[in-house]
């Protein structure tokens, strides 16, 4: 599919057949895949009926890695072999974890200074390997139901999630053989469900509190274009330390009795019964026999509980605050309040979600399902199974991305809640004479200090000529792709040297690493890999070569002199003629240098149709569309 | 790969007049109409090259957009526009009755949190700020009108000092609720 296909809403200039697309919301407890069918969006059951999978895995058994319920049973019986919300350790250094660890009980390992990982009796495991295991589990079920190989996901994160925990994200769907349309945030996923359901308009303010993390997004909904306005959060704020609280409220009022590592996930999910368990009672009576000790039941009360949580309520207000007004609003312009989440069941959460914006919130999709179905809708839409693609969302990035300058201090690139994909470009000098070299180091977050931000990357700029200080003009540009992903080039304008990297976060995994880890998951390999690549490869061409025989067809002589015409059509000949010979390496080349030598004309096709886009409509028109 | 090369500045890309009192209903819809076509997910399916174009030009009338959208940003532009480069205005000399004010409104920031009833002494304060804004922001445009550059370009100093100021009280405002 070599250019870009401009073609008028509705008439798709290859006719595409329906594709397998999925929705997955990896949560920090629970895990959904969900799908559009021509009934609607809905989350795919196990054989069990179930649509919920916990999100936990369980490497006891060397011979077999087990997840879900049954993990979740052996959670007491093996408490460092049985890893449950590992997504809030996903793209997370050792130093992060620990505190998050200890009260989990697993052992840590850490090797190579990079993420952390756990180990097991099975070996040591990272918290990527852990959720590729959890999605691969996902990516069987939907496989199963629908009937074939899935093309395409769309995986939610958290809106807060950075740079790091994304490409985390993105690691284990690699691993777990799933191919990712899009990392979608998950208030964004939820707006999406409510949006298309109720076809509303308006500012919608989506407060998200799941089992680990925090999120609050602003949308505004405009026909059918979904612009996030601002996005916030806490990304180690969730039910499951309301449950610890609740654990912690035990062992002291029994008088902080020593357990043992059984015995604390034992009582982690005490906790948890009592807690859901609160959502509909004044008051609940906590068993205790299973800990063994003297006292046997302890009575909590709502009252109490709402005491135990005031303080991290409270913290979710103070984002939601924020967020209302980096989006330029005060609370009361909000028009629409979403729940998403389990925890969002408390009580004491929805009274303050309420007070705060001062409207009672929409409650038709289930809270656990709804950023699965959200997240389906907009993978049906990236596939293309919609060709008039219906629906655009215009995300943000959470946090500021920036480098480090003189003294240690950040340099803001790009603010956050900036829409993306967003592309930057600051000018800086070198400090000393003669210096050859620039060291630039990528930070995230919004803090005036290196020291008190994320790292993410580091990248050497070489072969400066010498000159005074403050004579070279180095230009740093960032950009961001519809992902919140990054990438990072600098250059030196009078001399054109240049530099860049794809910011693989200091926490993420290498290229080898993965590949190593896809390795071990194809242990038994399913198919010949190779002949599957000459095959998808041969796809891919024919696709491009018919997408531009039909661009130019349209634009070829309008936008193309004759010798560019003919060096196209020369190539496009190479490509054909590789289609029989059956060689993979040398089709690939072809193609490539074909789509590098159409990327000029797809650059003339997007500016005509922009200029297209803009004429024909009056100012007028426009007016009395937006009802001004 | 050639980078987007648009040859029209950004009033001209979202065909909207260029002056300072835009139609900020008109500006947004223009927006979302060129992204409706331009954004790297209508591309999703496509080619990688397909892609990275969608994602330049996308990237593009964000730019443009957010340059637009904000006030001082726009004003800023239209100079650069003019010929007024960003470090010819910051290098424009203000006069001294305006820092004598800033003075004293910062001083009052400082104070605030001591004060009986901190939080509607901040909010007058922030109105007053967003007053003195708008007033900068008519200097601006008259200035511009009559093509006396360089008091267009010390209004927009003006107005960076009140956004200055104003990101201060939002941070005391967040203290004061903690």
Redesign the interface.
Known sequence: MALLHIAEPGQSAITHEQKLAVGIDLGTTNSLVATVSKDGASALPDDRGEASLASVVSYADPAKVVVGREALAAASEHPTDTLSSVKRFMGRGYADARDEAERSQYKLTNEDAGMVSFATSSGVVSPVQASAEILKTLRLRAQAALGGSVDGAVITVPAYFDEAQRQATKDAATVAGIPVLRLLNEPTAAAVAYGLESKGEGLTAVYDLGGGTFDISILHLHRDVFEVRATGGDTALGGDDFDNLIGDWILHELGSPKLKAGEHRTLVSLARAAKEALSDCAEVVIPLQALQLDTSELVLTQNRFDEMIKPLVKRTIQACRRAVRDAGLSPVDIENVVLVGGSTRVPLVRAAVEDYFQRKPLLGIDPDQVVAIGAAIQADILVGNRPEGELLLLDVIPLSLGIETMGGLVEKIVNRNTTIPVSRAQEFTTYKDGQTALAVHIVQGERELVSDSRSLARFELRGIPPMVAGAARILVSFQVDADGLLSVSAREETTGVQSSIVVKPSFGLSDEQIGSMLQASYSHAEEDKEARVLAELCVAAKQLLEGLAVALAADGDELLDSQEREALDAQMLRVEEQLTTGDAAVLRAVSDQLGRDSEAFAARRMDKSIRTALTGVTLDDVSEEIGE | ??S?D?QQNYFE???VSREFDL?L??L???F???????????????????Q?????????V??A??TLKDPLERALYMLELAGVSAEQVSAEKIDGGFLMEQMELREKIESIADMVDPETALEHLMSEIAQDTKNHEREFVEALEADVLNGAASACVKMQFLRKLHQEA?QIE?GL??
């Not at chain 2, 997910?41 to 080619?47: E, F, L, M, T």
């Not at chain 2, 990275?52 to 593009?60: E, P």
């Open positions: 790969m050639a987007p648009f890309l979202f065909s139609s209903a008109l947004s819809e223009r979302r109409h060129l992204q409706g076509q331009l954004h790297p997910d209508r591309y999703a399916s496509k080619s990688a090259h397909e990275r174009v969608a994602v330049q030009y996308s990237a593009f964000n730019q957009y957010t939002e967040a609720l903690n």
